[in-house]
């Protein structure tokens, strides 16, 4: 264990294993919250809800380089551990698992994890490696940190969704906790992306739920959905998006799409662009 901060840190699955194993003879439960590092309030929100509801927390913090495609900069991605490990601990975080690249994945490591269904389109078409690897990092740190729940939040709908498959199809026993989404005053998706945004495009990026709410109150009232995505399409370019990769209504548990009307629970997903940073965002129908 390293002594930077108060907050007990351990790099190797040994040393993680030996800690939950004494929590466990204990009769304590054990939460666990995944992150890649650069924690805000969303994260710290995860952390408090995990101690809400397990005696014991585990966050990690890994950039993991498999959900990454080679013109992604993994190295640009902002790493202060320090700083996140004092965050962690003032949440109530309990144990921080900080395992290396080598650590996690052994030179010639070679099992991958496809979770087809709700991994295509959208993202899994924007960035086909990512999902890939996030079901890989997740199920990796199930097996290491063994928890009885795991809490994700809910702006990160389809990789919600993701995890959530997995852990059906492979019989995990972790219960999987689904946060809404932390937002700033002005409704916009708490992000570490929101940092590269100027205050003009922070102007901007604050309409993008505004659009959302409506798209998803014109599918309630039974809009057909093609209206509603062609209509929350052209607010997000009349808003000041320079461009939209996708604004959907998709069935909210597999994320395929409706025929006509929306007829079940349903979700509003968009990806936009600002300048050089690419913002994403759900709501409930």
């Known amino acids: 264990m390293s002594d930077a901060s108060p907050l007990p840190v351990v790099r190797t699955v040994a040393d993680l294993r030996e800690t939950v194993s004494d929590w466990r003879r204990q009769g304590f439960t054990v ?28 966050a990690s913090v890994f950039v993991n380089p498999t959900q990454f495609a080679p013109h992604e900069d993994l190295g640009r991605y902002p790493r202060q551990e320090a700083k996140d490990a004092e965050l962690l601990e003032g949440a109530g975080c309990h144990l921080l698992f900080a395992p290396s690249v080598e650590g996690m994945y052994p030179a010639d490591a070679s099992t991958t994890i496809t979770v087809a269904g709700p991994s295509e389109g959208l993202e899994g078409a924007a960035r086909p490696q990512m999902f890939g690897g996030v079901a890989l990092v997740v199920c990796k740190l199930f097996n290491q940190v063994q928890p009885d729940l795991a809490v994700f939040g809910e702006k990160d709908w389809q990789q919600l969704m993701v995890v959530r498959r997995m852990v059906r199809d492979l019989d995990i026993p972790v219960e999987i906790v689904g946060l809404p989404t ?33 798209a998803a109150a014109d599918a309630a009232r039974g809009r057909p959905v093609a209206g509603v995505e062609a209509a929350a399409n052209s607010a997000l370019l009349t808003a000041g998006f320079q461009s939209v990769d996708y604004v959907v209504v998709r069935r909210a548990d597999d994320l395929t799409a409706f025929e006509g009307v929306v007829d079940g ?16 965002d759900n709501m409930a129908v």
Do not use: C
Request: proline content about 3%; glycine content about 12%; overall charge positive.
């Open 31 to 58: 939460g666990f919250v995944p992150t890649m590092g650069a924690l805000h309030d969303g994260h710290l929100g995860l952390v408090r809800e995990a101690g809400q509801r397990a005696d014991r927390v585990v």
């Open 182 to 214: 932390a937002r700033d005053g002005y409704g916009l998706a708490l992000s570490s992306r929101n940092a590269y945004l100027s205050e003009a495009e922070l102007t901007i990026a604050r309409r993008l739920n505004g659009v959302l709410a409506e």
């Open 265 to 280: 629970p349903a979700r509003v997903l968009a990806a936009a662009w600002l300048g050089k940073t690419r913002l994403i």
